[in-house]
C-alpha cells in the first residue's frame, strides 16, 4: 500500500545566478519513508534538499521556478508561508557535526524555546526524548551540562539529529550526515536513521551508494542537474532503467 | 496545518531599524566631526584672508596674526625626523618577526609591539621631558633640548609599531613558493629575505609607512611636550618648533569662545583632518591594490 | 673563494635586522624598568586611594577616580552601539557599495588626530549641546574615537563564527535576529570582551580629546555628577611634568607607574583572552 506523498515538487528548476542547477524537477515523496538523493559531485541533489527547507534562501543570487508541496498542499514557496516555521517541520542535518557551543542539554533546549516558551518540566522531558530516540541518553544522562562541542564525531552527529527531531518535525532532511564519519559511528547513525522512518520522513543525500541500498526505500537518482531515475532502492539497483543510472551504479564514473 | 506570516513587529523594528541606523553610526559620526569643525571654524575666513592663513609664517595671535605656514613645517619637520629613524627599525624589526624569528619569539615580540602601541603618548611626552629632552641639550650643546629633533624621535617609537605590523602582514603574504625558488637556486636566508621576499612586500610596507606618517601627523601630546614651542620655519631640527596639533592643544585653553583665534584653531583642525584623511586614504588604497594583486599570486 | 663574499653580505644583513630589532625594543624595556624603579617607592595604598590637597604630591585618588569613571560611561556609550554596528556589518549587510563605505569611513575615523576628535567634541557636546566640559561630554567624545577600533574587533568576532552554527540554528527555525543573539553573538563573546578591554586601554591613557570636554586641573572634590568636570591621570601627568611647581620627581614617576601598570596590565589581559579565544575558535567549525 502506498503511503500518501507528503512532499510534492512540481518542475523545479533552480539557478545561482547564471548557472542552472536543477532541470525540471518532479517526483513526489512518500511519508514515513527514506528517500535518497544519489549522483555525482555537482549534479544538484544538495542543492535539492536544500529547497525543501528553503536554506537556499541565504545564497542571494538564487531563483527557484515549479511547486514544491508540503502535507496538505502547502506551497512552501509561498512569499505569505512563515519560513521559520516550515524548518520547524522540516529538519536538516549537515554533513559536518555542528553542535553549538552550549550545554548538550542547552543544544537540544535551544530549538524547543525558540518554537514557543515551554515550561521547564516540559523541555527536560523533551530533552530526554530526543536523547533516548536517538540512542544517547544512557550515555550522557549524568553530564548534561557538559559541552555538546566535547562530543566524538558520531555522538555529536547523533545530538544534532536530537535536536533536529526535538522541534517535532516530519520531515528530516540529512545532507550527508555520515562523510565526516568513521565507519562504526556510519552504522551507529544509519541504524538510526531506519528506526526514525518510524515516526519521520527521511530525506537523505549521499555520495555512498552502499549507504543509499542499505537503508532508503527509493532512491533517485541525479546528474547534471537532471532527475534521471527515481524508483524504489531495489528496482534502482538491480533493474535499473537507464544507461546512466546504470554506469554510475556500477561505477563507471562518479 | 496553516503557516502563515505572524506579524512580528518587533523583530521588523529591531533588524530595520536600529540595527540598521547602527551600522551607519560610523558614517554619521565622520560627516559630524567634519559638519563640527566647520560651523567653529569656518567663519573665520570672513575676517581673515585663507592665502595669509595658509602661507603667512607670522603666527602671533595675541596681534590677530594668522599665518599658520610654521605650524604646518613643524609638523612635516618632526614626522620626516620620526620617519628617518622609525622605517630603519620597523622595516628590520618586521623582518626578524617575519622571516628570521621561531614561532614563538615571533608570537612574544609581537605581543611587545603591541605593548609598545599601548603605551599613552603623555608617557612619551614625559620621557621626553625628563630625560631625552636634557640629554639632548647636554650632548649637542644647545640652549634647549626640547626641539624637532626630539620630538622626531619620540614620535618614531610611536610609528613604529604601526609601520612594523603592516609590513608584518606584507611579508607574511608573499608567497611560500617565492621564497622556496629562490632558496632552491642556492640563495641564502638574507639574500632570499633582501632581493626576494622585501621587494616582493615593498607596497604593504609602503602602505604601512602612510599609516605611520598618518599616526605622527596626528600625534598631539608628546609633541606638545617636547618640541619646544616656537612658531618658527626653520631647516635645523635642533630647533624648537610648533606643530599644528601641538598648537591647536596648548592654546585652546587661552581662547575665548568664539573669537577669532578660536576659529583659526578650529581651521587648522580642519586641515589636520583632511591632511589625515587623505593620507590614510591613499594608503588604504594601496593595501587595496595589494590584496588584489595578491589575489592572483598566492601558491 | 665565493663563499666568503657572501658571508660578508650575509653579516650586514643580519646585523641590520638584529641591531634595528634591538634599537626598537630596548629603549621601551629600560624605560619601563626605570619607570618602576623610580615610581615604586611612592606607591602604597595610601598613595592610590587618598586625594591630595595639592598638586605637588600627595593621593592621586581624584585623577584616578576620574579616568576610571570616564572610561566605564565612555563604554556604556559605545559598546552597545558598536556591537550593533559590527551586527549590521556582520550578518545584515549586503556587500555593496554601502558596505564600502561604512567600511572606509571605519578605517578613515581610525587615522583622525585625537586632537580633532577633542575640537568636535567641544564643537558639538560641549558647545551645541550645551553640555559644557563634562564627564558627560568627555564620555561621548571619547565614545566616538573608540567606535572604529570596537566596530572593527566586534565585526572580526563575529565573522569568525562558523557559518554552520548560523545554519544549524535557521535549519530549526530559528529567526535570523534570535540565532544572530541567540548563536553568534554568544559564541563570539571572547572577542568581544578582548575589544572591551582594548577600548578600555585607550581610553584610560588618552589625554588631547579630554583637553577641551572634561579635564580639571584641580578638583578639591570629587566629581558629582555627569556634568561635572574632572581630574584625569593622563591629564594629571601633563600638568606635573610641564610645570615646574615644585613638583618632585618620585611624584611623577610614580603617577607615571599607575598609568603605565594600568594601561599595560589591561593590554595584557586582552592579549591573553584573544589567544585563548583563538584556540577556542579553532575547534569549531
Same mark, same amino acid.
Given at each position: 500500500?502506498e503511503a500518501?506523498?507528503i ?7 533552480l539557478h545561482?545566478?547564471d548557472?542552472?542547477?536543477?532541470k525540471n524537477?518532479?517526483?513526489d515523496?512518500?511519508?514515513?519513508s527514506?528517500?535518497? &538523493?544519489?549522483?555525482?559531485s555537482?549534479?544538484?541533489k544538495?542543492?535539492?534538499?536544500r529547497?525543501?527547507? =528553503?536554506m537556499?534562501?541565504?545564497? @542571494? ?5 515549479g511547486k514544491i508541496?508540503f502535507? @496538505?498542499?502547502i506551497d512552501?514557496n509561498?512569499r ?5 516555521q516550515?524548518?520547524?517541520k522540516?529538519?536538516?542535518? &549537515?554533513?559536518?557535526p555542528?553542535?553549538f557551543?552550549?550545554s548538550?542539554?542547552e543544544?537540544i533546549?535551544?530549538?524547543?524555546r ?6 521547564k518540566?516540559?523541555?527536560?522531558? =523533551?530533552?530526554?526524548?530526543?536523547l533516548k530516540k536517538v540512542?544517547?541518553?544512557?550515555e550522557?544522562s549524568? =553530564?548534561l ?5 566535547a562530543l566524538?564525531?558520531g555522538?555529536?552527529q547523533r545530538l ?6 526535538a522541534t ?6 540529512m545532507d550527508?550526515?555520515?562523510s565526516?564519519l568513521d565507519p ?5 547513525i544509519e541504524?538510526l ?8 520522513t ?8 552502499q549507504?543509499a541500498?542499505r537503508?532508503? @526505500?527509493?532512491t533517485? &537518482?541525479f546528474?547534471l542537474g ?7 532502492t531495489?528496482?534502482? &539497483?538491480t =533493474?535499473p532503467q537507464q544507461?546512466?543510472?546504470? @554506469?554510475?551504479?556500477?561505477?563507471r564514473f562518479g | ?8 513587529i518587533?523583530e521588523y523594528?529591531i533588524e530595520k ?5 547602527s551600522g551607519?553610526?560610523a558614517?554619521l559620526?565622520?560627516l559630524?566631526?567634519?559638519f ?5 571654524g569656518l *567663519?573665520f575666513?570672513g575676517?581673515?584672508?585663507?592665502g595669509?592663513?595658509?602661507?603667512k609664517t607670522?603666527?602671533?595671535p595675541l ?5 599658520m605656514?610654521p605650524l604646518l613645517?613643524g609638523s612635516v619637520?618632526?614626522? $620626516?625626523?620620526?620617519l #628617518? $629613524?622609525a ?9 626578524f618577526?617575519s622571516?628570521?624569528a621561531?614561532a ?10 603591541? !605593548?609598545?602601541?599601548? !603605551?599613552p603618548?603623555?608617557?612619551?611626552g614625559?620621557?621626553g621631558?625628563?630625560?631625552?629632552? *636634557?640629554w639632548v641639550?647636554?650632548t649637542f ?7 624637532a629633533?626630539?620630538a622626531g624621535?619620540?614620535l618614531?617609537?610611536?610609528?613604529l609599531?604601526t609601520?612594523?605590523?603592516v609590513?608584518?602582514e606584507a611579508?607574511q603574504?608573499v608567497?611560500r ?5 629562490s632558496?632552491?637556486?642556492g640563495a641564502s636566508?638574507?639574500q ?9 612586500a615593498?607596497s604593504?610596507v609602503?602602505?604601512? $609607512?602612510?599609516l605611520?606618517?598618518g ?5 598631539t601630546m ?5 618640541a619646544g614651542g616656537?612658531a618658527q620655519?626653520?631647516m635645523? *631640527?635642533?630647533?624648537p #618648533?610648533? %606643530?599644528m596639533t601641538? %598648537?591647536?592643544a596648548?592654546?585652546?585653553g587661552e581662547?575665548v569662545?568664539g ?8 581651521? !587648522?583642525g580642519?586641515l589636520?583632518? $583632511?591632511?589625515t584623511l587623505?593620507?590614510? %586614504? ?6 587595496e591594490?595589494?590584496?588584489?594583486g595578491q589575489?592572483?599570486q598566492k601558491? | 673563494m665565493?663563499t666568503?663574499?657572501i658571508?660578508?653580505?650575509?653579516g650586514i644583513?643580519y646585523?641590520?635586522v /638584529? ?6 625594543f630596548?629603549p621601551?624595556?629600560? +624605560?619601563l624598568? /626605570?619607570?618602576l624603579?623610580?615610581?615604586i ?8 586611594s587618598s586625594?591630595?590637597?595639592s598638586?605637588e604630591?600627595?593621593?592621586?585618588f581624584?585623577?584616578?577616580?576620574g579616568?576610571l ?5 565612555s563604554?556604556?556609550?559605545a559598546?552597545p552601539?558598536s556591537?550593533l554596528?559590527a ?14 563605505i561604512i ?7 581610525a ?5 580633532? /576628535?577633542?575640537?568636535?567634541g567641544l564643537?558639538?557636546?560641549v558647545?551645541?549641546?550645551g ?15 573608540s ?8 565585526y572580526?568576532?563575529?565573522?569568525a563564527v ?9 535549519a ?5 535576529l534570535?540565532?544572530? +543573539? ?10 568581544? +570582551?578582548?575589544?572591551?578591554i582594548?577600548a ?12 577641551f570636554?572634561?579635564?580639571a586641573?584641580y578638583?578639591?572634590n570629587?566629581?558629582?555628577?555627569l556634568s561635572?568636570?574632572?581630574?584625569l591621570?593622563? /591629564? ?5 611634568s610641564?610645570?615646574n611647581?615644585g613638583?618632585k620627581?618620585?611624584q ?10 594600568l ?7 586582552a ?5 585563548r579565544?583563538?584556540?577556542k575558535?579553532?575547534?569549531l567549525?
Open positions: 500500500m500518501l506523498p512532499l510534492k515538487l512540481e518542475k523545479v528548476n545561482y545566478g548557472n542552472h542547477v536543477l524537477i518532479s517526483m515523496i512518500a511519508a514515513n527514506i528517500t535518497a &538523493f544519489i549522483g555525482p555537482g549534479c544538484g544538495s542543492s535539492l534538499l529547497c525543501l527547507n =528553503r537556499n534562501d541565504l545564497i @542571494d543570487s538564487t531563483k527557484i521556478e508541496l502535507g @496538505d498542499n512552501i509561498d505569505k508561508l512563515d519560513v521559520t516550515l524548518r520547524r522540516i529538519g536538516m542535518v &549537515f554533513q559536518k555542528n553542535p557551543p552550549k548538550i542539554y543544544n533546549a535551544y530549538g524547543i525558540i518554537a514557543q516558551g515551554a515550561p518540566s516540559e523541555v527536560d522531558g =523533551r530533552v530526554e526524548e530526543a540512542g544517547l541518553w544512557k550522557v549524568d =553530564r551540562k557538559d559541552s555538546g562541542m566524538s564525531g555522538q555529536a544534532c539529529i536530537a535536536r533536529t527531531i517535532k518535525p516530519d520531515i528530516i532532511l550527508e550526515p555520515t565526516a562504526i559511528s556510519t552504522q551507529t541504524e536513521t531506519l528506526e526514525l522512518k518510524e515516526n519521520y527521511v530525506v537523505i543525500v549521499t555520495h555512498n551508494m549507504q541500498a537503508i532508503s @526505500d527509493s533517485a &537518482f546528474y537532471d532527475l534521471v531515475e527515481y524508483s524504489p531495489k528496482v534502482m &539497483f =533493474r544507461k546512466r543510472t546504470e @554506469d554510475y551504479i556500477t561505477g | 496545518m496553516s503557516l502563515e506570516k505572524r506579524s512580528r518587533a523594528l531599524g536600529l540595527i540598521r541606523l551607519y553610526a558614517v559620526v565622520l559630524l566631526i567634519l563640527f569643525i566647520m560651523r567653529e *567663519p575666513f575676517v581673515y584672508n585663507a595669509d592663513f595658509l602661507f607670522d603666527w602671533y596681534s590677530g596674526r594668522y599665518g605656514l613645517t619637520m618632526v614626522t $620626516v625626523l620620526s #628617518v $629613524v622605517v630603519p627599525m620597523a622595516i628590520g624589526t618586521a623582518i618577526i622571516e628570521l621561531p614563538r619569539v615571533r608570537g612574544i615580540f609581537k605581543v611587545l609591539l603591541e !605593548i609598545l602601541a599601548s !603605551i603618548s603623555v608617557v612619551f614625559f620621557l621631558i625628563i630625560f631625552l629632552g *636634557p641639550q647636554k650643546g644647545l640652549q634647549t633640548g626640547l626641539n629633533f626630539s624621535i619620540l618614531a617609537f610611536m610609528a609599531p609601520i612594523a605590523s609590513a608584518d611579508l603574504a608567497p613558493s617565492l621564497r622556496e625558488a632558496l632552491a637556486l636566508r638574507i632570499t629575505i633582501f632581493r626576494i621576499t622585501f621587494p616582493a615593498s604593504g609602503i602602505a604601512g $609607512v602612510m605611520g606618517i599616526r605622527a601627523i596626528g600625534e608628546t609633541v606638545m611636550m617636547v616656537s620655519v626653520t635645523n *631640527p635642533m630647533a #618648533v610648533r %606643530t601641538g %598648537t591647536i596648548a592654546e585652546m581662547v569662545m573669537d577669532d583665534h578660536y576659529r583659526a584653531l578650529f581651521m !587648522i580642519l589636520l583632518f $583632511v591632511i587623505g593620507v590614510n %586614504t591613499l594608503s588604504g588604497i594601496i593595501i591594490r595589494i590584496r588584489r589575489g592572483g601558491s | 665565493m666568503r663574499k658571508r660578508l653580505s650575509d644583513g646585523a641590520f /638584529y641591531a634595528m630589532t634591538a634599537a626598537a630596548i621601551l624595556i629600560a +624605560f624598568v /626605570y619607570v624603579a623610580k615610581g617607592g611612592r606607591v602604597n595604598w595610601e598613595f592610590l586625594a591630595s590637597s598638586m604630591s600627595g593621593g592621586i581624584a585623577p584616578l577616580f579616568t569613571v570616564l572610561t566605564l560611561l563604554l556604556l556609550v559598546v552601539i556591537l554596528a551586527v549590521y556589518l556582520s550578518e545584515y549587510a549586503r556587500k555593496d557599495r554601502w558596505f564600502r567600511e572606509l569611513t571605519i578605517v578613515n575615523l587615522g583622525v588626530p585625537s586632537v580633532v /576628535y577633542g575640537l568636535f564643537g558639538l557636546f558647545i551645541f549641546f553640555l559644557g566640559k563634562s564627564l558627560i561630554a568627555g564620555a561621548l567624545t571619547m565614545a566616538c574615537m567606535l572604529p577600533l570596537l566596530v572593527t574587533v566586534f572580526q568576532a563575529l565573522k562558523p557559518l554552520t552554527l548560523r545554519e544549524a540554528s535557521l530549526l527555525g530559528a529567526s535570523k534570535s540565532t544572530t +543573539f541567540r548563536i553568534v553573538v554568544p559564541t563570539a563573546l571572547p572577542g568581544i +570582551f578582548t575589544g572591551v582594548l578600555t586601554a585607550r581610553i584610560a591613557g588618552e589625554t588631547a580629546p579630554v583637553l570636554t572634561v579635564a586641573y578638583m578639591p570629587l566629581p558629582q555628577s561635572d568636570q574632572s581630574m591621570l593622563s /591629564y594629571h601627568l601633563y600638568v606635573i610641564t610645570q611647581t613638583v620627581d618620585e611623577k614617576f610614580a603617577v607615571t607607574l599607575i598609568l603605565v601598570l594601561v599595560l596590565v589591561v593590554n595584557l589581559v592579549i591573553g583572552l584573544r589567544s579565544a583563538r584556540k575558535i579553532g575547534n567549525g
